[in-house]
């Protein structure tokens, strides 16, 4: 009887012990769902302010049965949680360790069982009326501002509108419904064994003595397309440091200059939340500057890539727009299994917004867009298991060996060669190629390799890529293609051998000296944001 009593005892406290246990789960549970209610799956965010700040937790929707759990991330010894920009960085960078999460901000009532606003108008967020035309104009309308907080290229109720192949013809509008179609390919004029693989070198920041010494070994007089033209590139110029002397050189010779801003900012939010003036002086300033003291006078500046990649939403575009730019080339596409080609702008982007914090515009706009396919990164695509890409070459971070970073190159390649043809970018931080010893030869070797190998293969530039896609024409007949035979093979001398080195200040940069070369006379000041020329006039 005592044993009997026992067990039973026994028995009801463990019973009690899992009731209670089943009471903390669901306590758990609901405490989780208080915490994901109305907060987006990709948002990750502290669950207290104590430690060291290297802690977050997303809202995962993947549990058993649909339930949501909190899946938690720790950033590397060092580093710290970055709720703006949702990514981990140095600790000293990182100023908001003291919050749990990114601040709420108030939607608009976008989706409503009835009508609630007369047409033409939708809700704020506190219920009031306004017109559709007022949201996401960069002015708040509605008392609650909630008219600019759903703006993103899915949000956006003034977003531009899916690609329409029948309005959308070239030469000034293309487009195809998931971005892949090969232009000419859709009509029947081309077929995609008849289209020319062309490959873009893009490199960005500032030009100097030191990377045009890499330039040259990879560009050079004899390395020749299959039409007789000198392989070409494309140089996005940053101001700071920069030998206009030798992108003027660069020009000459035909490579394409495009500009990369004048300050090179490092804050993020200086891009991504940058007004229609910021991106007017950074870009529009940056031309200024490369056209007078690299004395580039035929209107060729006409591309932009964003420092970081760090698009600037619709008020970068209407900048660009107003100042007659003809592209961007800001834009990743997240890798997949076929590459995006070019597209201009008038339509939706035809892939996802990609990277972290990117705001990339939602209208429309008559702008092209060079996007940069991510690079696929594993050693062995036919084994190893998937990894993300890099768009950057110089970002590619598991690419330490030469014999690693030939196979990157030839294996992207081979992706883009044997599905669509679209171009393929090749995007690079000069200083990476300087610090990894042999990358450049081995850059070498493959050009050669790739020029001896295939007669349908073209180093171009981002321009002469527009230039083709605007009148696409077969392999066959590409000897002739007559914009391609611009500056074909320069030959002759550089403008000048001894340029003026001119050592010269800013109040814009107090106790700063900076040396500009230029073949030009020497300005008066050192050129910068709110004094483009040097001449002491506000921009």
Request: hydrophobic share 30%; proline share 6%.
């Amino acid at each position: 009887m005592a044993f009997i009593h026992g067990f039973l005892c026994g028995m009801l406290v463990f019973a009690v012990s899992v009731s209670a246990q089943r009471d903390d789960e669901l306590a758990y549970a609901d405490k989780v769902e208080d915490l994901c209610q109305g907060r987006p799956p990709n948002e990750y965010f502290r669950l207290t302010t104590e430690g060291d700040c290297r802690d977050v937790v997303r809202c995962d929707r993947a549990g058993i049965a649909g339930t949501i759990r909190l899946a938690s991330v720790k950033c590397p010894s060092g580093l710290a949680f970055d709720l703006e920009r949702q990514t981990c960085d140095w600790k000293a960078k990182v100023d908001n360790c003291d919050r749990l999460s990114k601040p709420r901000r108030v939607k608009p009532n976008f989706n409503t069982d009835e009508p609630v606003c007369p047409d033409g108008n939708l809700q704020c967020g506190n219920g009031e009326c306004i017109s559709q035309a007022f949201f996401c104009d960069q002015k708040p309308d509605c008392a609650d501002g909630s008219d600019e907080n759903a703006c993103s290229v899915d949000e956006d109720p003034n977003k531009a509108d899916v690609c329409n192949p029948s309005e959308c013809l070239l030469p000034d509008c293309f487009c195809s419904a998931d971005g892949t179609t090969a232009p000419g390919v859709e009509g029947g004029k081309l077929e995609i064994s008849n289209l020319p693989m062309m490959i873009t070198f893009t490199f960005n920041g500032a030009v100097n003595d030191e990377n045009v010494r890499v330039y040259d070994k990879l560009f050079h007089g004899e390395r020749l397309n299959p039409n007789g033209c000198t392989a070409k590139a494309t140089y996005f110029v940053s101001h700071k440091y920069s030998n206009y002397s030798a992108v003027q050189e660069l020009h000459r010779k035909g490579h394409e200059i495009g500009v990369f801003s004048i300050t090179n900012d490092e804050d993020p939010k200086y891009w991504t939340d940058g007004s229609y003036d910021t991106w007017l002086a950074e870009m529009a300033g940056d031309r200024l500057i490369i056209e007078r003291f690299a004395n580039i006078t035929d209107g060729t500046v006409v591309g932009v890539r964003a420092p970081y990649l760090l698009v600037g939403g619709n008020e970068q575009f209407n900048m660009m727009t107003d100042q007659f730019f003809a592209y961007d080339s800001s834009i990743s596409a997240p890798l997949s299994s076929v590459p995006i080609w070019p597209y201009t702008l008038h339509y939706r982007m035809p892939h996802k917004c990609h990277g972290n914090a990117q705001n990339c515009p939602s209208r429309s706009h008559p702008i092209w867009e060079m996007p940069i396919n991510e690079l696929d990164r594993r050693d062995d695509p036919e084994f190893d298991e998937n990894l993300t890409g890099c768009h950057l070459v110089s970002s590619c971070s598991n690419i330490y060996h030469k014999d690693q970073f030939r196979q990157l190159l030839q294996h992207n390649f081979d992706r883009h060669y044997g599905t669509n043809k679209a171009p393929l970018s090749l995007s690079f931080d000069p200083s990476w190629l300087l610090a990894n010893t042999g990358f450049n030869d081995v850059i070498d070797d493959w050009m050669t390799h790739v020029l001896s190998t295939y007669t349908d293969v073209y180093f171009v530039t981002e321009l002469q890529v527009i230039q083709w896609m605007q009148n696409p024409t077969s392999t066959a007949s590409l000897r002739d293609f007559a914009e391609w035979k611009e500056n074909c093979a320069v030959q002759g001398q550089p403008h000048c051998r001894l340029p003026n080195a001119c050592p010269l200040e800013t109040r814009e940069l107090p106790g700063e000296t900076h040396r500009l070369h230029t073949c030009l006379d020497c300005p008066k000041n050192y050129p910068w944001i709110q004094d483009p020329t040097g001449d002491g006039f506000s921009f």
